[in-house]
């Protein structure tokens, strides 16, 4: 089993800068993607940002490419959305989730199926 506890989030002006972490625990040796998605209202969840095990892979969605960066810290089993120049079309509840096999190289990693843990989600509001 996976847990997460996903911190980072609150409200910002446009223009500003957010992290978000992902902290998780379990069988994280089980994961083989991380990725970010995240649902605004009265919308789906959309993919925003995910890396492969080895991490030397990154996907990211074309409307957060450039301005938002994924990464990990091995020692501290956690995940982190560096979210830069926000936009108030960013503004929605982020997810952290894991898949249990390489989405990366299957290429359905965008897709929320293949994920089978998710995080309870943190809210992110962009707003002047």
């Known amino acids: 089993q996976l847990q997460f506890v996903e911190s980072g989030g609150g409200l910002v002006q446009p223009g500003d800068s957010l992290r978000l972490s992902c902290a998780a625990s379990?069988?994280?040796?089980?994961?083989?993607?991380m990725g970010w998605f995240r649902q605004a209202p009265g919308k789906h969840r959309e993919f925003v940002a995910a890396f492969g095990r080895s991490g030397g892979s990154t996907k990211y969605a074309d409307s957060v490419k450039g301005r938002f960066t994924i990464s990990r810290d091995n020692a501290k089993n956690t995940v982190y959305l560096q979210m830069n120049s926000l936009k108030p079309e960013d503004t929605a509840v982020y997810y952290c989730?894991?898949?249990?096999?390489?989405?990366?190289?299957?290429?359905?990693?965008?897709?929320?199926?293949?994920?089978?843990?998710w995080g309870q989600g943190t809210q992110v509001t962009v707003s002047s």
């Open positions: 989730a894991a898949a249990q096999t390489s989405t990366l190289i299957t290429g359905t990693y965008s897709r929320k199926a293949p994920y089978d843990y």
């Open positions: 379990g069988r994280t040796s089980s994961i083989y993607t």
